[in-house]
């Protein structure tokens, strides 16, 4: 099958000449493939958690980091945290903590192996489809081992993307299975596994789109005006294949309004007011065009980039939108060359939920954006260069030259851009120098120098991000934070009740004023202070187990016993509120639940002394 025909699908074995006889199939490609990719990010088994996402999903998580039960699973299927659903995720973060605990070793593999898998599946799907091993080849691997590939596959927090990668490529397998042999029983295959990636993440919704384009090409099923051209066998009208699709485009429809709900009701879906219209419209355009460039020269890559510090000039803007409207155009009239057609629009419609039309959070683009849109425009590059390697004698050579070597450079960049994650102040860090100074860097950084204890460095990181930002809410908190630990409370409780003046929604303020509060004797003001944290945030295990203590120490020990027990419910590894609650049951005089909850706090914490002290005492404690 040329690269310039549509047709039905090619039997197996069939494709390039130079594929046939001696020259081994694609089993024997993909061994090398899959060892190349493991190579490529093994610094990532060697990397920790980073403190951006990854506590909010697998470290503080109680539903997750107990690993899988009947309770964390009727989580998983019914949570919107993060504003999104995605069960599939959750349930595979829940697995892992139940194989390898919090060692982040075992996290990391999982991802890693997954991203190795849609690799391969990537290879035996497009050889499959279009019959030629060595194009499909080279497509997986350019997919596999580029640096922009390593946000998506070291950041635990992203196991998102390389779950839904996995259900992407075997759903375009079922398709292929259907499309051969159609039946019912192989259409609902496609449309369950379908379901299932849009359970890993929603971003699957534009699957049924690429579907259609590939009916196009390489299969050959889409039926275009005739034009005096032979209409290809086992070809159907547009109509035909719409209808098709339209229980899949259901699916995406549903997922779309659950998510934009989901995300709308946690508060990150960025308001018109905040970013106007035609900003977006801006950015789009020029993250569009950025992602080409880095994939082209994956050089500089950056753990955020904030919205407010991109840089939107009418004509940086008009000439990106020109771009993209130039190169549909040529694609379009390119009617020879199916393939450019069908990977440039796979570029633009799988990368259109992400491009920031509807913003959600403050980042302007991530390369993590770009994990299934750019293999329709590595697609496209591939089989461009196959055509003209085919008319070109002279660029047959160049290409089989330089093929290789720039496999093996693709994966010595991603080498070195994945130990960019073995810690967060080392990725973050990587972020100021490649975007500059900027707020949400500067925050991550100083929260991360502060978890090392390093708080005078700490401590000017926030005061430069309010330097930048003055109406930061955030940073104000996370300095109140470093005040508290130098002693300075005034200065502290200021802060706060300023970041909750700016903010009210911060829950995790609300929670250090209220410990604040406490710490000054202030015992009712620290109570409603944690209370307002709860009220944010029911499932706040710190805010239960704070309000707990603060509560007994009130003498109000039922009520403190039923937040003590709820912020165990939600975490049973917090050892001060097992602690706190033993000394409850003493002054009860129930000695023997005491006893027990003294010795679960000194197997969390062995330094916990005044756990020994509780249980070495033969009497009530106070």
Same mark, same amino acid.
């Given at each position: 099958?040329?690269?310039?025909?549509?047709?039905?699908?090619?039997?197996?074995?069939?494709?390039?000449?130079?594929?046939?006889?001696?020259?081994?199939?694609?089993?024997?490609?993909?061994?090398?493939?899959?060892?190349?990719?493991?190579?490529?990010?093994?610094?990532?088994?060697?990397?920790?958690?980073?403190?951006?996402?990854?506590?909010?999903?697998?470290?503080?998580?109680?539903?997750?980091?107990?690993?899988?039960?009947?309770?964390?699973?009727?989580?998983?299927?019914?949570?919107?945290?993060?504003?999104?659903?995605?069960?599939?995720?959750?349930?595979?973060?829940?697995?892992?903590?139940?194989?390898?605990?919090?060692?982040?070793?075992?996290?990391?593999?999982?991802?890693?192996?997954?991203?190795?898998?849609?690799?391969?599946?990537?290879?035996?799907?497009?050889?499959?489809?279009?019959?030629?091993?060595?194009?499909?080849?080279?497509?997986?691997?350019?997919?596999?081992?580029?640096?922009?590939?390593?946000?998506?596959?070291?950041?635990?927090?992203?196991?998102?993307?390389?779950?839904?990668?996995?259900?992407?490529?075997?759903?375009?397998?079922?398709?292929?299975?259907?499309?051969?042999?159609?039946?019912?029983?192989?259409?609902?295959?496609?449309?369950?596994?379908?379901?299932?990636?849009?359970?890993?993440?929603?971003?699957?919704?534009?699957?049924?789109?690429?579907?259609?384009?590939?009916?196009?090409?390489?299969?050959?099923?889409?039926?275009?005006?005739?034009?005096?051209?032979?209409?290809?066998?086992?070809?159907?009208?547009?109509?035909?294949?719409?209808?098709?699709?339209?229980?899949?485009?259901?699916?995406?429809?549903?997922?779309?309004?659950?998510?934009?709900?989901?995300?709308?009701?946690?508060?990150?879906?960025?308001?018109?007011?905040?970013?106007?219209?035609?900003?977006?419209?801006?950015?789009?355009?020029?993250?569009?065009?950025?992602?080409?460039?880095?994939?082209?020269?994956?050089?500089?890559?950056?753990?955020?980039?904030?919205?407010?510090?991109?840089?939107?000039?009418?004509?940086?803007?008009?000439?990106?939108?020109?771009?993209?409207?130039?190169?549909?155009?040529?694609?379009?009239?390119?009617?020879?060359?199916?393939?450019?057609?069908?990977?440039?629009?796979?570029?633009?419609?799988?990368?259109?939920?992400?491009?920031?039309?509807?913003?959600?959070?403050?980042?302007?683009?991530?390369?993590?954006?770009?994990?299934?849109?750019?293999?329709?425009?590595?697609?496209?590059?591939?089989?461009?260069?196959?055509?003209?390697?085919?008319?070109?004698?002279?660029?047959?050579?160049?290409?089989?030259?330089?093929?290789?070597?720039?496999?093996?450079?693709?994966?010595?960049?991603?080498?070195?851009?994945?130990?960019?994650?073995?810690?967060?102040?080392?990725?973050?860090?990587?972020?100021?120098?490649?975007?500059?100074?900027?707020?949400?860097?500067?925050?991550?950084?100083?929260?991360?120098?502060?978890?090392?204890?390093?708080?005078?460095?700490?401590?000017?990181?926030?005061?430069?991000?309010?330097?930048?930002?003055?109406?930061?809410?955030?940073?104000?908190?996370?300095?109140?934070?470093? /005040?508290?630990?130098? $002693? #300075?409370? @005034? +200065?502290?409780?200021?802060?706060?009740? %300023? *970041?909750? !003046?700016? &903010? =009210?929604?911060?829950?995790?303020?609300?929670?250090?004023?209220?410990?604040?509060?406490?710490?000054?004797?202030?015992?009712?003001?620290?109570?409603?202070?944690?209370?307002?944290?709860?009220?944010?945030?029911?499932?706040?295990?710190?805010?239960?187990?704070?309000?707990?203590?603060? /509560?007994?120490?009130? $003498? #109000?020990? @039922? +009520?403190?016993?039923?937040?003590?027990? %709820? *912020?165990? !419910?939600? &975490? =049973?590894?917090?050892?001060?509120?097992?602690?706190?609650?033993?000394?409850?049951?003493?002054?009860?005089?129930?000695?023997?639940?005491?006893?027990?909850?003294?010795?679960?706090?000194?197997?969390?914490?062995?330094?916990?002394?005044?756990?020994?002290?509780?249980?070495?005492?033969?009497?009530?404690?106070?």
């Amino acid at each position: 099958m040329s690269g310039g025909r549509r047709g039905t699908p090619p039997p197996e074995g069939g494709g390039d000449r130079a594929q046939r006889g001696c020259v081994p199939r694609w089993p024997w490609a993909l061994a090398p493939l899959l060892l190349l990719t493991l190579a490529a990010f093994s610094p990532a088994l060697t990397a920790g958690f980073i403190n951006v996402d990854d506590p909010q999903y697998v470290l503080d998580n109680p539903m997750v980091n107990r690993g899988l039960s009947a309770a964390s699973l009727r989580w998983a299927l019914s949570a919107f945290h993060f504003g999104t659903w995605q069960p599939l995720s959750w349930l595979s973060h829940q697995l892992d903590s139940s194989l390898f605990g919090l060692q982040p070793r075992g996290h990391h593999l999982t991802s890693l192996l997954l991203h190795a898998a849609n690799a391969g599946l990537l290879l035996i799907v497009l050889r499959r489809m279009t019959g030629l091993l060595w194009p499909s080849l080279a497509v997986a691997a350019l997919f596999a081992l580029h640096p922009l590939r390593v946000e998506s596959v070291a950041w635990v927090a992203e196991r998102k993307d390389v779950l839904a990668g996995l259900f992407w490529m075997l759903a375009m397998a079922a398709y292929l299975r259907y499309v051969r042999r159609p039946g019912a029983g192989r259409y609902v295959a496609v449309a369950l596994v379908f379901a299932l990636g849009l359970a890993a993440k929603p971003m699957l919704v534009t699957l049924p789109a690429i579907l259609l384009l590939c009916d196009y090409w390489p299969l050959g099923r889409l039926r275009l005006p005739a034009g005096g051209h032979r209409v290809p066998r086992g070809s159907y009208a547009p109509g035909t294949l719409l209808l098709e699709k339209l229980p899949l485009l259901f699916l995406s429809l549903l997922s779309s309004a659950v998510t934009v709900k989901a995300q709308q009701a946690a508060g990150a879906v960025s308001t018109i007011e905040a970013i106007p219209p035609a900003m977006r419209v801006a950015n789009a355009a020029l993250s569009t065009v950025w992602y080409l460039f880095k994939a082209a020269w994956p050089a500089d890559l950056a753990f955020f980039y904030p919205y407010q510090a991109v840089y939107l000039p009418g004509w940086r803007s008009l000439a990106a939108i020109a771009f993209i409207a130039l190169t549909t155009l040529g694609t379009f009239a390119a009617v020879r060359r199916p393939y450019l057609v069908v990977g440039w629009l796979w570029y633009l419609v799988a990368l259109l939920p992400v491009t920031g039309l509807v913003q959600i959070g403050a980042h302007s683009r991530a390369a993590r954006f770009t994990y299934l849109p750019l293999i329709g425009v590595t697609l496209l590059v591939v089989w461009a260069a196959r055509d003209l390697a085919s008319k070109v004698p002279p660029v047959a050579r160049i290409l089989h030259a330089a093929t290789l070597p720039i496999v093996l450079a693709l994966a010595a960049a991603t080498y070195v851009e994945t130990g960019h994650w073995r810690d967060s102040i080392t990725l973050h860090r990587r972020s100021l120098t490649v975007t500059g100074s900027n707020e949400r860097a500067l925050l991550n950084l100083g929260k991360a120098l502060l978890m090392e204890g390093k708080s005078g460095e700490a401590e000017a990181l926030f005061r430069e991000a309010l330097r930048l930002r003055p109406d930061s809410a955030e940073a104000m908190g996370n300095l109140a934070s470093v /005040l508290v630990g130098g $002693g #300075r409370r @005034d +200065e502290a409780l200021a802060l706060d009740r %300023e *970041a909750l !003046r700016l &903010n =009210p929604a911060l829950h995790w303020v609300h929670n250090n004023l209220g410990n604040l509060l406490q710490s000054l004797g202030r015992f009712e003001e620290a109570v409603e202070s944690y209370r307002s944290a709860l009220r944010l945030a029911p499932g706040y295990a710190a805010g239960h187990a704070n309000l707990g203590l603060a /509560l007994a120490r009130m $003498g #109000r020990d @039922d +009520e403190a016993a039923g937040h003590l027990a %709820e *912020a165990l !419910r939600l &975490n =049973p590894w917090h050892a001060d509120a097992h602690y706190n609650l033993a000394v409850i049951y003493d002054r009860r005089g129930r000695r023997g639940e005491a006893l027990e909850h003294y010795e679960q706090a000194i197997r969390l914490r062995p330094d916990h002394e005044a756990a020994r002290r509780g249980l070495a005492a033969p009497a009530p404690r106070r």
